[in-house]
């Protein structure tokens, strides 16, 4: 069988623990078996992100501005037991967080849909996908507690000597404060990316807030996503036969457990953080999570939405069997090579990788799955694979 081709290489980002073992044997048996695979390889395991004072890192962001598109496997962020387990130099930054402020990106979590294993939700029918703001509000604020009554203010000085000063509150008791910031660029790049992603999955966007609260925080976003919609993207939405519209978070959540799904709801970071979880536990599984940071110039980097499993890897480690799904891993592949097909005009490819995901699925539709799953389904009497035949179930399905 010959084996398809490929133009452009994508970036493989390499990783750690249990998904670097996981990453090797979806290679070996589900790609290269295949495609003539074309990759541009970084090796972001901790020990080479270490030897090269995480210079691979900054590397493979920047190659994946040159080509468009990667692929990462999960990495460690080293805390103080790594520092200590790895002998490493430094307490090296999250490489996700080194290679978003490079991207500048959003990133967009989706449930992957089986048979089998039913949403808790009775009426999704299509999975809803989380666009999430990664900058600021609460994770950047600055906090104060308020020993007794006085004044607090919102104080703003800038640099050409103009001066804002707002009263927040005139405390007759003691209590707390906070402070929370946004900036313009970032959530423009924010609706940016949110809106190409919709083009892109031909779906409708929802974008929801509290501006009838927050009449300046908050409207700030709503009107940002409004004008950069009307200027940019509403032709291409009409062309695409798909909406956009805004409308207050609470009024969302009550859509969102009424709604079919099969839609992207942005959220500022506080709510995508908290309503990604609901989406991802209402739906199963981490490890049946796909997810991709999409740069506001149509740049994607696709991993898993998982770690390294860290658990099942010291079990290998020690010689025992593992049951780690690799779905989550193996959708990151498809999902970069369907791109780099789409990209570079390579219908075969992209086909490909539509096969790959069928047949993953196909495995576990027939009643054999990781340990995970099998907790899950409601298939009955499920059999129990370990990773290995797994993976290997998936190949014999692939060339049926
Ligand atoms: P984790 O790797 O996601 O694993 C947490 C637990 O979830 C596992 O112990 C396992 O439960 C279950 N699980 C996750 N993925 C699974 C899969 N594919 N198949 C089966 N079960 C799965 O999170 P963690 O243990 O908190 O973190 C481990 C390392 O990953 C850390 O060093 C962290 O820094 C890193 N991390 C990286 C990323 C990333 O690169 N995107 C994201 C998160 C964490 P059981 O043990 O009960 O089976
Ligand atoms: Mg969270």
């Known amino acids: 069988m010959s084996r398809i081709e490929m133009k452009t290489p994508i970036v493989e980002m390499d990783g750690d623990e249990m998904t670097r073992i996981l990453w090797q044997l979806i290679k070996d048996e589900l790609l290269t078996p295949f495609i003539d695979l074309k990759t541009e390889y970084y090796d972001l395991g901790l020990k080479n992100r270490d030897e090269t004072n995480d210079r691979v890192t900054v590397d493979s962001a920047e190659a994946t501005k040159r080509l468009g598109v990667a692929v990462k496997c999960a990495t460690i962020t080293p805390n103080a037991a790594r520092v200590e387990e790895y002998k490493l130099k430094e307490m090296w930054k999250s490489p996700n ?9 959003t990133v967009f979590r989706t449930p992957i849909s089986v048979k089998g294993i039913t949403p808790n939700v009775r009426t999704w029918e299509k999975p809803i996908t989380i666009a999430r703001h990664a900058y ?19 104080l703003f000085e800038g640099e050409d000597g103009e001066v804002k000063k707002e009263l927040i509150h005139d405390f007759k008791s003691a209590g707390i404060l906070q402070g929370q910031h946004n900036l313009i660029p970032s959530i423009e790049s ?17 974008f ?12 700030t976003f709503k009107d940002i996503f409004q004008e950069i919609f009307d200027a940019e993207y509403k032709a291409k939405f009409e062309e695409a036969g798909i909406t956009y519209f805004y409308t207050l978070i609470d009024d969302a959540v009550a859509r ?31 490890a049946m999570m796909t997810s991709v940071l999409v740069s506001p110039a149509g740049i994607y980097e696709y991993e898993a939405a998982h770690g390294t499993v860290q658990r099942h890897y010291y079990k290998h480690l020690a010689g025992e069997e593992t049951s780690t799904n690799s779905i989550a891993t193996i959708f990151a592949w498809t999902g970069a090579l369907r791109k780099r097909g789409e990209l570079d005009n390579l219908p075969e ?40 035949d797994f993976i290997k179930a998936i190949r014999a399905e692939l060339e049926k």
Request: net charge negative.
């Open 349 to 388: 490819l992209s086909a490909f990788a539509d096969r790959l995901e069928k047949a993953s699925l196909s495995v576990i539709e027939s009643g054999r799955m990781t340990k995970d799953l099998a907790l899950l389904t409601e298939l009955e009497n499920p059999v129990v694979l370990n990773s290995q």
């Open 136 to 154: 600021g509000d609460v994770y950047k604020a600055t906090e104060m507690k308020v020993p007794g009554p006085g004044k607090a203010y919102l």
């Open 190 to 206: 924010f609706a940016r990316s949110c809106f190409t992603y919709a083009l892109d999955m031909k779906e409708d966007l929802w």
């Open 256 to 286: 969102v457990m009424k709604g079919k799904g099969g839609f992207i709801w942005a959220c500022k970071n506080y709510d995508g953080d908290v309503m990604s979880d609901m989406i991802s536990s209402a739906a199963g599984s981490l």
């Open 208 to 219: 929801a807030a509290k501006d009838t609260i927050s009449k300046q925080y908050d409207h």
């Open 97 to 105: 967080g080194t290679i978003r402020a490079i991207l500048d990106g």
